[in-house]
């Protein structure tokens, strides 16, 4: 385990906000974990888990909590007659990790592909796009329980994954995830379903689709629609997808007929992005500040340079009273502000 002292988070979080951490823990395996148990580290201090970084803002200029960035690392795979199953650390980069997977022919996250962050925050806020969630492959994982000093296995079910959200999203720092276990097929099946990646494939046979050309097409959608982190810092979708009721729906489109929405039962998930876009904040920069939405994506919040925390805050708060003012509907954050 090493230990930081006042030490800039510029680098430990895709946004970019240079605030300041009083104490920086990096854990790099299980054992460390089990040594601050015994020494009452958890029953002393309050303290925040970070993973890649990738969906935190971090709104004061100064982390008063411990920071425990988790740096568990490993890869385990085991073969199937028709499936692969693997066991990933909670600390490995979740783009290097699905490359390894593709590596080893074993499939059904592509659709995954180069989403920022690490394996074990995947499953805490149930990481998807283009038609896929991460819970459709996930098996089990391992988590330390701070509470009673234990490691826990959690099954699929325990873990009450919904859209963007898990058990461990609701129950922050009583458990740490430690490794993550998948079960991936060892036959490709392409999910195309997603508008992009049809059109993409239009000239192909289905049976043609390779999946290192499936990955690629993921990889350029995301480039194109997305800002980069490393480009421009920010924390992917900064909001959730709104889901309403089919009545209110019907009601929103008579008023506003371009409101796109996925009809899912008498649910509708509506396009945050897309609110956004309509309320004329797309592009917006803040006076003064390197805070903005993204004029690639109206989801995206990011940092031009230089932004601190309580403005990219202060950002989120306008975005929220604009959407409202018009569509009287409320937008909920997908990052966790610390
Ligand atoms: N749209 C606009 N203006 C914009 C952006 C989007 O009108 O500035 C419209 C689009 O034209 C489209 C709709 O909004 O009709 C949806 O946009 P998109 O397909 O880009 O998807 P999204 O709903 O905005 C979600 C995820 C993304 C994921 C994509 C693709 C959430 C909160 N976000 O975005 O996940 O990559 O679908 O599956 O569910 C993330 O979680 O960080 C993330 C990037």
């Known amino acids: 385990m090493i230990e930081y002292k006042n030490i800039s988070l510029e680098s430990f979080n895709t946004f970019a906000i240079n605030a300041i951490a009083s104490t920086l823990l990096v854990i790099e395996s299980e054992s460390d974990l089990m040594d601050l148990y015994k020494s009452d580290f958890f029953e002393s201090n309050e303290f925040i888990v970070l993973g890649g970084g990738s969906n935190v803002v971090f709104v004061d200029d100064n982390v008063k909590k411990h920071i425990l960035k988790i740096e568990i690392k490993g890869l385990e795979f085991e073969d199937f007659a028709d499936s692969k199953s693997i066991i990933a650390g909670a600390g490995e980069n979740w783009h290097e990790f699905l490359e390894n997977c593709i590596r080893y022919q074993a499939y059904g996250m592509e659709n995954l592909a180069l989403i920022p962050g690490t394996v074990g925050a995947a499953p805490i806020q149930n990481i998807g796009a283009y038609g896929v969630e991460q819970e459709s492959c996930f098996e089990s994982l391992r988590a330390f329980d701070v509470k009673y000093g234990q490691f826990t296995t959690f099954a699929h079910d325990d873990c009450q994954f919904a859209y963007r959200d898990s058990f461990f999203k609701r129950n922050k720092n009583r458990y740490i995830i430690t490794s993550v276990k998948y079960q991936l097929s060892n036959e490709f099946s392409p999910n195309i379903s997603y ?39 920010n924390a992917g979708s900064f909001f959730k997808n709104p889901e309403i009721c089919l009545e209110s729906y019907e009601l929103l489109k008579s008023n506003f007929p371009e409101i796109g929405g996925f009809i899912n039962g008498d649910k509708v998930k509506i396009y945050a992005g897309q609110l956004i876009d309509l309320v004329g904040l797309k592009g917006y920069k803040m006076a003064d500040s390197g805070a903005g939405v993204s004029d690639k994506h109206a989801l995206v919040l990011v940092n031009y340079g230089g932004a601190i925390g309580r403005e990219v805050f202060e950002l989120s708060e306008l975005i929220i009273k604009s959407v409202h003012a018009k569509f009287g509907i409320k937008l909920e954050r997908e990052v966790n502000l610390v």
Request: glycine share 0%.
């Open 195 to 233: 508008k992009d990646l049809s059109d993409r494939f239009a000239e192909v046979k289905f049976e043609d689709i390779k999946p290192t050309e499936m990955f690629e097409a993921i990889c350029d959608i995301r480039r194109r629609k997305i800002p980069y982190p490393e480009n421009t810092p």
